[in-house]
C-alpha cells in the first residue's frame, strides 16, 4: 500500500506534502491521459520489477489495431520483444478480470502475426509509411541491421515472448481472481504484471501532480509447450504428440484442418487461424453453467478452458477419426490434478457422458462417423465440455484451497 502523502524535504529544511488523490479526483484525467503519459515517459514503468530481462522501452505506437480491438500502448525493448499495455481507471465496472482477458486476446492476436502484418498495423496507427518498426528502433540504435531485427521480431512474436502490462489507478483487490485467470489461460510464453499509478497532488492545480507506479502483482515467464507435427503424405493420419499426462497437447489438434473427416486429410499445410476460428466459433461461444468458468481459448485445431490449479485444462479436440474431450495438463500439474482427484473416480465418471473411461487422466470419445454433420459434432462437443467443468471444476477449486 502506498502512504496518504510524499513528503519532499528542501535543501533548505522545509516540507511540503503531496496528498495521494482519491479515485476520479485527478483533475479530468482519463484512461486517454494515462495511455498517452506513460507512452510519452516509459522510464516510469517498473518493468525490471516485473521481468528483469526486459530494461529500456522503446515507444512504438498507441491504439494498435488487432482482431481483438485496439491495444493502448505498445513499446520494443533491445530485442525486439514487444512489451503490451493496456490502461484502466479501475473505478470501471468492465475492469479487472475483463481487462485479464482483454489482454491475453491481444497477445494471441499478435502471436499470430507476421512482421509484415505488424509493419501493417503500426503503419496504420502511427499513419507513417514504410518500415516503421525498424525506423523506430534505429532512432534508438543507429548500428542495427534491418535483416537482424526483422528476424528478432518474428521470433518473439511466434514464441508468444512479450510483456503483458495493465496499469491503471486503485489496484485494491481481485489480484488472486486475476492470477488465476492468467494462470488458466496461458499458453505463451510471456511475463505479467499488474502496475498501480498513484498520482499525488499538492492542492494547487499550477503545481501539477506526481506520477508514482509500482508493481503489485506479477508473474514468472510461462513457458510455452512446443509441438511438431511432420507433413504426412496423403491419406496419413496426423496424431496429436502425447504430453507427459498421457494426453494429447493442448497445442497439437490436428494439421489437416477443420474437424470435416477423413477426406481432408492430406498432404497440405495446416490451414490458417481464421479457418479453424469459424469452424470452431459456436463452441468459443457458449455458455457454461459454472459462472466462473472463463471462455473456451482456441488454439489451432482444439479448444482449451482453464481449471483453477494452475497449467491444467480441459480439452475439447478433432482429428480425421475422432471428436473427444479430455482432462488435461502440463506434466506435473497434470499428475498433481490426478492425484487431487483420487479415490472420486467413480463419482466424476457418474457425472461425465456415457462413455467416458479414466486411465491416465478422464476422457471422453467420438468417432466421426457417428454424427449426422457439423452442427451435431459441436453440440455435442459443447454439452460434454460443461459436463466436464461441472465435474472437475469444483473439485479441484476446493483442492487446491486445502
Known sequence: MYGRHLVFEHSDGSVRRARRLALGDTSGRDEAWL?????????????VDVDPSYERLIPLCRELGTEAGPLDIVYLDDRGRLVMVECKLWRNPESRRKVVAQILDYARAI???????????VSAA???????????????SPDLEEHVFVDR????????RFLLLIAGDGIREDVSAMAELI????????????????????????????VQPRVVARTQIIERSVV??????????????????????????IAAGPIEGEAQVARRASPPMD??????????????????????????NNVRMGLPLPATWITAYGDARDVGVFFSGRGEAHRRGMELLLGQEAEILSE????????????????????????????????TANAYVNALRPRLRSAVKL
Open 183 to 210: 494462470n488458466r489461460n496461458a499458453a505463451l510464453g510471456f511475463s505479467f504484471g499488474l502496475v498501480e499509478v498513484a498520482l499525488y497532488g499538492f492542492g494547487d492545480a499550477e503545481a501539477g501532480i506526481v
Open 228 to 253: 511438431l507435427l511432420q507433413d504426412a503424405a496423403p491419406g496419413t493420419r496426423l496424431a496429436a504428440v502425447p504430453d507427459e499426462g498421457g494426453a494429447p497437447s493442448e497445442d497439437a489438434g
Open 352 to 383: 461425465l457422458p456415457e462413455g467416458s473411461v479414466h486411465d491416465t487422466s478422464f476422457r471422453t470419445v467420438r468417432r466421426q462417423a457417428s454424427f449426422a454433420g457439423d452442427d451435431e459434432k459441436r453440440a455435442w462437443l459443447a454439452a
Open 111 to 121: 502471436s499470430t502475426w507476421s512482421y509484415s502484418d505488424l509493419q501493417r498495423r
Open 153 to 160: 521480431v518474428t521470433a518473439s512474436m511466434r514464441s508468444g
Open 275 to 300: 479457418e479453424y476460428r469459424r469452424w470452431w466459433q459456436p463452441i468459443l461461444e457458449m455458455r457454461f453453467d459454472d459462472p466462473d468458468q472463463a471462455p473456451p481459448v482456441l488454439y489451432s
Open 35 to 47: 495511455r498517452d503519459f506513460l507512452f510519452a515517459h516509459p522510464e516510469t514503468l517498473p518493468v
Open 126 to 140: 502511427t499513419r507513417r509509411k514504410g518500415n516503421v518498426p525498424f525506423e523506430i528502433a534505429r532512432a534508438v
